[in-house]
């Protein structure tokens, strides 16, 4: 049963992704925006099958909670309309391309390279203490990273927003 609701939460989980992205029903952000919301549920439930639990709450909390509804408010705020359909960049969609080959190159690498679970010991797999001492001595870069990449998200939202640079 576990690995039914596995591709089950997975598969919902990447195509409601892709509906963030490109969604071909609805051109508006706000649309986007919950799709993004639905994205990080389904990636709870994944945690729930990996007995991270903790992390399974703190997804739905935080990311689902607090950062969407922050993102709601700064879209809905400045009043963004549905986008008119803008033309293809060939250099943009090329460098793009590059851009997530090399993402993808350096996730296999580090995926292959990293030995993932290999510093905890079964009787703190999933506990508040274990992924505390993981995420604040092992992993304290990539866990600032992730906080620096949402300001620049809602950076990013406030710059495209604005109605003087058109």
Not at 8 to 36: D, E, I, K, Q, Y
Not at 55 to 83: H, N, P, R, S, T
Request: with cysteine; aromatic share 12%.
């Amino acid at each position: 049963m576990t690995d039914v609701l596995f591709y089950v939460f997975g598969g919902l989980a990447l195509a409601c992704a892709f509906m963030t992205v490109a969604n071909p029903f609805s051109r508006s952000p706000v649309a986007s925006a919950l799709f993004l919301v639905l994205t990080m549920v389904w990636l709870a439930g994944l945690f729930v099958l990996l007995h991270a639990f903790f992390i399974a709450a703190v997804q739905i909390l935080v990311y689902a909670g607090a950062v969407m509804v922050l993102f709601l408010f700064v879209i809905m705020l400045l009043d963004l309309k549905e986008e008119e359909r803008r033309h293809w960049n060939r250099f943009g969609v090329g460098a793009g391309f590059i851009t997530v080959g090399g993402l993808l190159a350096v996730l296999a690498t580090t995926i292959v390279r990293s030995h993932a679970g290999a510093g905890l010991t079964p009787e703190l797999e999933g506990t508040t203490h274990a992924l505390g001492l993981a995420l604040f001595q092992r992993y304290l870069l990539p866990f600032e990273a992730v906080s620096v990449l949402l300001l620049v998200g809602m950076l990013g939202v406030i710059l495209l927003s604005r109605r003087d640079l058109k």
